[in-house]
Protein backbone atom coordinates (compact mmCIF):
# COMPACT_ATOMS: atom_id res chain seq x y z
CA UNK A 1 0.00 0.00 0.00
CA UNK A 2 1.23 3.38 -0.92
CA UNK A 3 -0.25 6.16 1.13
CA UNK A 4 0.76 10.16 2.07
CA UNK A 5 2.10 11.72 4.99
CA UNK A 6 1.17 15.33 4.75
CA UNK A 7 -0.83 14.97 0.78
CA UNK A 8 1.49 16.72 -1.07
CA UNK A 9 2.46 15.09 -4.62
CA UNK A 10 5.05 12.97 -3.26
CA UNK A 11 2.56 9.63 -2.88
CA UNK A 12 1.45 10.12 -6.44
CA UNK A 13 5.46 9.89 -7.84
CA UNK A 14 6.01 7.10 -5.84
CA UNK A 15 2.38 5.60 -7.58
CA UNK A 16 3.92 5.91 -10.71
CA UNK A 17 7.61 4.97 -9.58
CA UNK A 18 6.18 1.61 -8.06
CA UNK A 19 4.12 0.95 -11.31
CA UNK A 20 7.42 1.50 -13.25
CA UNK A 21 8.93 -1.25 -11.00
CA UNK A 22 5.88 -3.71 -11.33
CA UNK A 23 4.52 -3.55 -7.87
CA UNK A 24 1.19 -4.75 -6.80
CA UNK A 25 -0.64 -2.23 -4.49
CA UNK A 26 -3.24 -0.20 -3.63
CA UNK A 27 -3.04 3.41 -3.24
CA UNK A 28 -4.95 6.00 -1.15
CA UNK A 29 -3.44 9.20 -0.13
CA UNK A 30 -5.91 8.94 3.18
CA UNK A 31 -5.47 5.14 3.97
CA UNK A 32 -7.06 4.37 7.51
CA UNK A 33 -6.71 1.50 10.34
CA UNK A 34 -9.92 -0.52 8.72
CA UNK A 35 -8.04 -0.12 5.50
CA UNK A 36 -5.30 -2.35 6.28
CA UNK A 37 -5.63 -6.23 6.08
CA UNK A 38 -3.33 -9.78 6.10
CA UNK A 39 -2.73 -9.41 2.54
CA UNK A 40 -0.75 -5.88 2.72
CA UNK A 41 2.45 -6.76 3.74
CA UNK A 42 4.18 -3.39 2.91
CA UNK A 43 3.36 0.24 3.90
CA UNK A 44 5.39 3.27 1.64
CA UNK A 45 4.33 6.09 3.38
CA UNK A 46 5.63 9.39 1.52
CA UNK A 47 6.07 11.88 3.61
CA UNK A 48 5.75 16.03 2.19
CA UNK A 49 3.25 18.19 4.17
CA UNK A 50 1.18 20.10 1.54
CA UNK A 51 -1.12 22.80 3.06
CA UNK A 52 -3.17 22.38 -0.22
CA UNK A 53 -3.21 19.46 -0.70
CA UNK A 54 -4.70 18.98 3.66
CA UNK A 55 -7.22 21.64 2.34
CA UNK A 56 -8.28 19.17 -0.45
CA UNK A 57 -8.26 16.50 1.66
CA UNK A 58 -10.20 18.64 3.82
CA UNK A 59 -8.37 17.92 6.76
CA UNK A 60 -5.85 19.79 8.98
CA UNK A 61 -2.22 18.92 9.95
CA UNK A 62 -3.24 17.60 13.44
CA UNK A 63 -6.07 15.36 11.95
CA UNK A 64 -3.09 13.85 9.34
CA UNK A 65 -0.95 13.15 11.95
CA UNK A 66 -3.68 11.20 13.92
CA UNK A 67 -4.12 9.34 10.80
CA UNK A 68 -0.70 8.28 10.06
CA UNK A 69 0.07 7.66 13.55
CA UNK A 70 -3.38 5.42 13.94
CA UNK A 71 -2.23 3.50 10.92
CA UNK A 72 1.54 3.01 11.38
CA UNK A 73 1.17 1.63 15.29
CA UNK A 74 -1.50 -0.94 13.75
CA UNK A 75 1.19 -1.90 10.46
CA UNK A 76 3.43 -2.48 12.93
CA UNK A 77 1.19 -4.77 15.24
CA UNK A 78 0.23 -6.72 12.13
CA UNK A 79 3.45 -6.82 11.27
CA UNK A 80 3.73 -4.64 7.56
CA UNK A 81 7.19 -3.56 6.46
CA UNK A 82 7.25 0.43 6.75
CA UNK A 83 9.16 2.47 4.23
CA UNK A 84 9.38 6.18 4.60
CA UNK A 85 9.79 7.73 1.61
CA UNK A 86 10.61 11.77 0.92
CA UNK A 87 11.26 11.99 -2.88
CA UNK A 88 10.07 15.86 -3.44
CA UNK A 89 13.32 17.33 -2.62
CA UNK A 90 14.04 20.62 -0.65
CA UNK A 91 11.06 21.77 -1.74
CA UNK A 92 8.77 19.46 0.46
CA UNK A 93 10.63 20.27 3.51
CA UNK A 94 9.69 22.48 6.00
CA UNK A 95 8.48 22.92 9.36
CA UNK A 96 5.68 20.79 9.03
CA UNK A 97 7.05 18.18 6.66
CA UNK A 98 10.40 18.03 9.32
CA UNK A 99 7.82 17.09 11.93
CA UNK A 100 5.55 14.70 10.21
CA UNK A 101 9.18 12.89 9.34
CA UNK A 102 10.56 13.28 12.95
CA UNK A 103 7.24 11.16 13.38
CA UNK A 104 7.16 8.22 10.56
CA UNK A 105 10.54 7.73 10.63
CA UNK A 106 10.22 5.44 14.50
CA UNK A 107 8.05 2.89 12.37
CA UNK A 108 10.03 2.45 9.66
CA UNK A 109 12.29 -0.51 8.33
CA UNK A 110 13.74 1.21 5.41
CA UNK A 111 14.14 5.57 4.58
CA UNK A 112 14.32 6.65 1.09
CA UNK A 113 15.50 10.31 0.72
CA UNK A 114 16.79 12.26 -2.31
CA UNK A 115 19.73 13.66 -2.03
CA UNK A 116 18.72 17.20 -2.02
CA UNK A 117 15.71 16.88 0.35
CA UNK A 118 19.24 15.64 2.77
CA UNK A 119 21.45 18.42 1.82
CA UNK A 120 21.49 19.26 5.88
CA UNK A 121 21.64 16.17 6.98
CA UNK A 122 18.23 15.82 8.46
CA UNK A 123 17.44 12.17 7.38
CA UNK A 124 20.72 11.05 7.83
CA UNK A 125 20.43 12.36 11.68
CA UNK A 126 17.11 11.48 12.33
CA UNK A 127 17.80 7.97 10.74
CA UNK A 128 21.04 7.39 13.24
CA UNK A 129 19.29 8.44 16.28
CA UNK A 130 16.27 5.84 15.54
CA UNK A 131 18.85 3.36 14.00
CA UNK A 132 17.12 2.66 11.08
CA UNK A 133 18.45 2.22 7.21
CA UNK A 134 18.81 5.10 4.99
CA UNK A 135 19.20 4.72 1.53
CA UNK A 136 20.10 8.39 -0.46
CA UNK A 137 19.50 8.62 -4.03
CA UNK A 138 20.51 11.19 -6.64
CA UNK A 139 17.46 12.04 -8.25
CA UNK A 140 13.38 10.78 -7.86
CA UNK A 141 13.73 8.47 -10.70
CA UNK A 142 16.31 6.35 -8.87
CA UNK A 143 13.77 5.33 -6.25
CA UNK A 144 12.40 2.78 -9.13
CA UNK A 145 15.98 0.76 -8.96
CA UNK A 146 15.51 1.17 -4.79
CA UNK A 147 12.37 -0.84 -5.14
CA UNK A 148 12.69 -3.10 -7.51
CA UNK A 149 16.07 -4.22 -5.54
CA UNK A 150 13.99 -4.31 -2.39
CA UNK A 151 11.12 -6.15 -3.53
CA UNK A 152 12.75 -8.44 -5.65
CA UNK A 153 15.34 -9.56 -2.33
CA UNK A 154 11.34 -10.71 -0.47
CA UNK A 155 11.94 -7.62 2.04
Known amino acids: MITSAGQSAG ?5 VLASRAKL ?3 FNNLAKVDDLSEEIRTIIVVVGASSKGLGAAGIDI ?3 IQRVT ?7 EMGMKIIVAHIEGQSRRGKTSDQ ?4 V ?4 DLVI ?17 HQK ?12 GVLEQYFKAGE
Open 70 to 76: ALLSRAK
Open 113 to 129: VTKPGNEDGFFTNLCEK
Open 11 to 15: ATMMK
Open 62 to 64: EQE
Open 100 to 103: LSEL
Open 133 to 144: KLIVVDATSAVQ
Open 24 to 26: QFT
Open 105 to 108: VPFA
